[in-house]
């Protein structure tokens, strides 16, 4: 498994390398299999316009079959987009980073997801249970068991 | 695996990027993957990872052969280029190409000794240098290891030696019978084995030592004396062997011996005291003593007889167990006979039953010590058996003749009683007519008040006097 991860992530970095990343979306660093950095911006009309964000990629040895850890990074130097879906700790509440992931899905895949979830963002506001569960979440996100109840972002 | 030509991107497995390995389609989507990919996603997950629909292991089939065939004729550079292979080719001869014919590829050395692994370009190389290679021996033609050359070198029998004491050379095969003849070859006497110490070249043996050499003088002896004692070696070796057998047929004996003493126990005797014993057997069954002192005996006897038995004198022994069994009967015999005796004298009324009744009398024989310990124990073990029965019947005889005893006695007893009364009612009417002469007032009491409470009471009249202002009624 470990061997199908790593294969599989190098080629996903040689593309990402040589094609270069979809707009908006920086490679800041990926020293090794297990943990990746991009930023990631919102280009065009949106609420988030001019504001970057850090977003951290953490891949286990069962990548691709099963999906990365995904988060935005919250430290003193970028915070959490303010949006329905994002976790004032950073976790996102998205399908695709849960049961709906797909093999078939890639880290840039991820990435452009994210980016329109920001960009069709209409009122920029916290989960309703922020408060409550950035108490006691855990610190892999891919530990909570989200409940999607929101399709039109 | 790298390819030559960046692949079509058609032939590509969307789970690990790269051309499919044993391609496998849904059947039910028709999407096509890696067997390895989509056996381990649906596994995870069961849908299929493109279009989400569900799929299950049993949907999955082999790829269409085209597919095969087209990743399977993809050309790859070989896995070894970075050691230098450059070669490129189809990926199935992949498999071919690293086990046959790739030069950057790790073997073993083809002799067995050595554990050596050489790049397959090398082994031409490696196998001039092996030291395990086999080669040939310039002077014999023997073929043999490289690395064994050197000590071949200093055997070989083609190769030329010297002679250490005349320098003379000749081909090492015929070195023995140089040996036999150089005349210089250091020779030891012909007598060393008789104690000579002379050795010296073969030249002055005979020149010189066998002149001066006393042993040599002697020689006719030491050929009769070594005769005579190889003899008497054989004769010594002969007896030594007679001796073991004895000594092994000894222990034997001895072993089996202590094997007997200790089943035998304390019947055990050795051959001094046996005369004895009879003479003790004898006396002890021809003239009966009596039953208190035998008992005694038996009762210091026994003890010390059972504890240590092997060192115990057989005579007290046998006092010991004897008496138990012709003794107990005589006098079982005795008391059965002083019993009826007794009563008669007693009672003075004789039961017929039983002064007729004959007592059984099983006669038991006297312990034979000459049999075998079984034989013995098995006299006792009968011995034991009539005791018991003897006791046995005794003891039912007594209790009937206890019962029947008691039951004449309870009759006799109501007899008397009544006897008793009668000569008390006549001595009661024999005093009030007394009484009655004497006071001279026998019409005024009547006879009836206290003549009838005499009669209902008679107990009361006998033990305390019914008429106390009346002294002649004392009896």
């Known amino acids: 498994m470990t061997s199908i991860s790593s ?33 990631i911006e919102i280009l065009g009309e949106s609420l988030y316009q001019g504001e970057v964000f850090k977003l951290m990629f953490r891949f286990d040895p069962s990548y691709p079959i099963s999906a990365p850890a995904v988060q935005f990074v919250v430290n003193q130097e970028s915070t959490a987009p303010v949006h329905p879906h994002v976790y004032s700790n950073g976790h996102i509440c998205a399908s695709i980073l849960g049961t ?46 989200f409940h999607y109840d929101d399709d039109t972002v | 695996m790298d390819y030559v030509e960046q692949p079509n991107s058609n032939l590509i497995c969307c789970i690990c990027h790269a051309p499919f390995t044993n391609p496998t389609t849904a059947r039910t989507c028709l999407h096509t993957f890696c067997r390895d990919c989509i056996t381990t996603a649906v596994q995870h997950s069961p849908q299929c990872p493109i279009d989400r629909s569900s799929l299950s292991l049993d949907d999955l089939s082999p790829a269409n052969p085209i597919v095969k065939h087209l990743v399977d004729e993809l050309i790859i550079e070989c896995p070894n280029r970075a050691s230098g292979c450059t070669q490129t080719f189809q990926r199935q001869l992949l498999s071919t190409h690293v086990k046959d014919t790739c030069p950057y590829v790790e073997i073993p050395c083809s002799e067995e000794q050595c554990d050596k692994l050489i790049l397959r370009k090398d082994v031409g190389k490696h196998q001039d240098a092996c030291v395990y290679r086999s080669t040939q021996c310039d002077g014999c033609g023997a073929i043999i290891k490289y690395s064994d050359l050197s000590t071949h070198n200093s055997d070989c029998p083609s190769k030329s030696a010297t002679c250490s004491f005349c320098f003379e050379e000749f081909p090492r095969s015929q070195s023995h019978e140089h040996a036999a003849t150089c005349l210089d070859y250091e020779i030891p006497c012909t007598q060393a084995n008789n104690g000579c110490s002379w050795a010296g070249p073969r030249r002055q043996f005979s020149d010189e030592h066998v002149l001066s050499c006393p042993y040599e003088a002697i020689k006719g002896f030491f050929s009769i004396n070594n005769s005579q004692l190889s003899l008497l070696n054989t004769e010594n070796a002969t007896l030594r062997q007679q001796v073991y057998t004895l000594e092994s047929a000894i222990q034997t004996m001895r072993r089996d011996i202590q094997t007997f003493r200790n089943i035998l126990g304390p019947w055990y005797r050795s051959h001094s005291q046996t005369p004895i014993d009879h003479l003790s057997i004898d006396h002890l069954f021809s003239a009966p003593p009596g039953p208190s002192p035998s008992s005694s005996r038996t009762n210091q006897a026994q003890p010390s007889s059972f504890a240590d038995y092997g060192e115990v004198t057989v005579h007290n022994e046998i006092d010991a167990l004897a008496p138990y069994f012709p003794l107990t009967h005589e006098h079982a015999f005795q008391e059965s006979h002083n019993y009826p005796r007794s009563r008669r004298s007693l009672s003075g009324i004789v039961d017929p039953h039983l002064s007729q009744r004959t007592l059984p009398l099983t006669p038991v024989a006297p312990l034979n010590l000459s049999t075998s310990l079984e034989g013995s124990l098995g006299g006792l073990r009968d011995s034991i058996v009539t005791v018991s029965t003897s006791v046995d019947s005794l003891a039912r005889r007594n209790d009937i003749a206890l019962t029947n005893e008691s039951i004449r006695l309870n009759e006799e007893l109501g007899s008397l009683k009544y006897a008793i009364h009668g000569i008390r009612l006549q001595l009661h009417r024999l005093m009030m007519d007394r009484n009655a002469q004497v006071t001279g007032r026998g019409g005024e009491l009547p006879l009836g008040l206290p003549g009838n409470q005499t009669i209902f009471h008679p107990p009361i009249s006998m033990m305390a006097p019914p008429f106390p202002g009346t002294p002649g009624t004392k009896l």
């Not at chain 1, 990343?21 to 943990?35: K, M, R, V, Y």
């Open chain 1, 7 to 39: 294969r599989r992530l190098r080629k996903e970095l040689s593309e990402i390398q040589t094609e270069g990343c979809p707009t908006g979306i920086t490679l800041l660093s990926a020293d090794n299999f297990e943990t990746w950095y991009f930023s």
């Open chain 1, 100 to 145: 709906e992931w797909s093999p078939v899905l890639s880290v840039s895949a991820v990435c452009v997801t994210l980016q329109s979830m920001l960009a069709s963002c209409k009122s920029k506001e916290r989960p309703v249970d922020n408060d409550r569960y950035v108490r006691y979440a855990p610190d892999n996100p891919k530990k909570t068991r």
